[in-house]
């Protein structure tokens, strides 16, 4: 398991940057922990920083989730698994229920970042 990179933190702030419509994007903040930094995030990012898809994230109504980077790879190859780690589909469904929506989806993810979780107060209420 990698190292917490923030010390004895419990809890993350995870916040996925996705691409809609050629720079158009959107985003979306998760509270996870560090079990789903270590076992969801980490490694699918992994796998969507190797993709060399010029588009590296197929999320629409029309087609299943699932990163680009992964139309050459089968799961059950062991290059795969030597490559991005024991993973399957549940990991990459669990991982997009932390992406951004849209009414097209999204076909790359920009950016995905992480720092410790703080509780904020919305001075607008």
Same mark, same amino acid.
């Given at each position: 398991m990698p190292a917490q990179i923030f010390g004895d933190i419990m809890d993350y702030r995870l916040v996925i940057v996705g691409d809609t419509n050629d720079a158009d994007y959107v985003t979306e903040i998760s509270k996870i922990d560090q079990e789903t930094l270590d076992n969801i995030i980490r490694p699918v990012a992994k796998l969507i920083k190797n993709c060399t898809e010029h588009y590296n994230w197929n999320d629409s109504e029309y087609q299943e989730r699932y990163p680009r980077a992964l139309k050459s790879y089968n799961f059950?190859?062991?290059?795969?698994?030597?490559?991005?780690?024991?993973?399957?589909?549940?990991? !990459?469904?669990?991982?997009?229920?932390?992406?951004?929506?849209?009414?097209?989806?999204?076909?790359?993810?920009?950016?995905?970042?992480?720092?410790?979780?703080?509780?904020?107060?919305? !001075? !607008?209420?």
């Open positions: 059950d190859e062991k290059p795969h698994k030597l490559l991005f780690g024991d993973f399957d589909q549940d990991t !990459l469904q669990h991982f997009s229920e932390y992406c951004p929506c849209f009414e097209g989806g999204i076909h790359s993810i920009e950016s995905i970042t992480i720092t410790p979780w703080v509780e904020e107060e919305n !001075l !607008l209420v």
